[in-house]
């Protein structure tokens, strides 16, 4: 009898450690996605963004967030959960300056479908995550294959000025962020019942940041196929 109890409550501690992981991973991603926004409606509402996108400022916003996104994974061992913290919300506010460019380009109403839908979608592909009983690790190694697939062919297609299908490209893009997501919020179910204290921490804030950039990802396809249809329709 004793040896039960041991192993009920020790079953419910993880329970409750997974839990509490998850609540940290999302309470950060929709912090992120907050602060973005919030940042974006500053910028563009005060006209600071049109003084920021002269000179060198945009490359170097670039930077800062290629140098945070791909630093994300070498800072769990060597970084402090406070400093990954603070590496988390720069992220966000870069790219909220960033993402101040669709305020001019698409409208409100465009803007705002695309972020309810994009919510909508998300969610769906977190119960997929996290009810499926499919290991998706290989399913997402191919996600990723075909991510860096797709920004190779769009440089070059760049580079040498071919005629790119936007319409395809998003298309292609939505799906792979579609197969990305669902890993990774699999690979957060499985971190968060695996760790726990400060390592937990570091695993919540890490796919923190990789749930807000799947989740950006997805808004921006939409955005630009929904943005599309509206530009013919009128």
């Not at 977190?126 to 690790?137: E, Q, Y």
């Not at 669902?182 to 204290?197: E, K, Y």
Request: positive net charge; glycine residues 8%; proline residues 1%.
């Amino acid at each position: 009898m004793p040896q039960y109890n041991d192993y009920h409550y020790s079953n419910f501690s993880g329970v409750s450690d997974q839990r509490r992981g998850l609540l940290k991973t999302y309470t950060w991603m929709f912090f992120g996605l907050l602060l973005t926004a919030a940042t974006s409606y500053l910028m563009y509402t005060t006209g600071l963004y049109y003084s920021l996108i002269r000179g060198p400022i945009p490359l170097l916003l670039v930077l800062i967030q290629f140098g945070i996104a791909f630093g994300f994974s070498a800072a769990l061992n060597r970084a402090t959960s406070s400093t990954m913290k603070l590496l988390f919300v720069i992220f966000a506010i870069t790219m909220g300056i960033s993402l101040t460019s669709i305020g001019i380009v698409y409208s409100l109403g465009t803007i705002f479908v695309a972020f309810l839908v994009s919510a909508v979608y998300f969610a769906c592909l977190i119960f997929i995550g996290m009810t499926t009983k499919r290991d998706l690790s290989s399913f997402g190694t191919i996600c990723l294959g075909a991510l860096v697939a797709l920004i190779i062919t769009q440089a070059i297609l760049m580079l040498f000025r071919f005629n790119m299908n936007t319409r395809l490209i998003s298309i292609v893009g939505l799906l792979i962020f579609t197969g990305l997501t669902a890993w990774d919020v699999q690979r957060a179910n499985q971190l968060m019942s695996n760790t726990s204290g400060m390592t937990q921490e570091k695993f919540a804030i890490f796919m923190a940041l990789e749930l807000y950039l799947d989740f950006i990802n997805i808004f921006l396809y939409i955005l630009r196929l929904l943005g599309m249809s509206s530009s013919r329709n009128n």
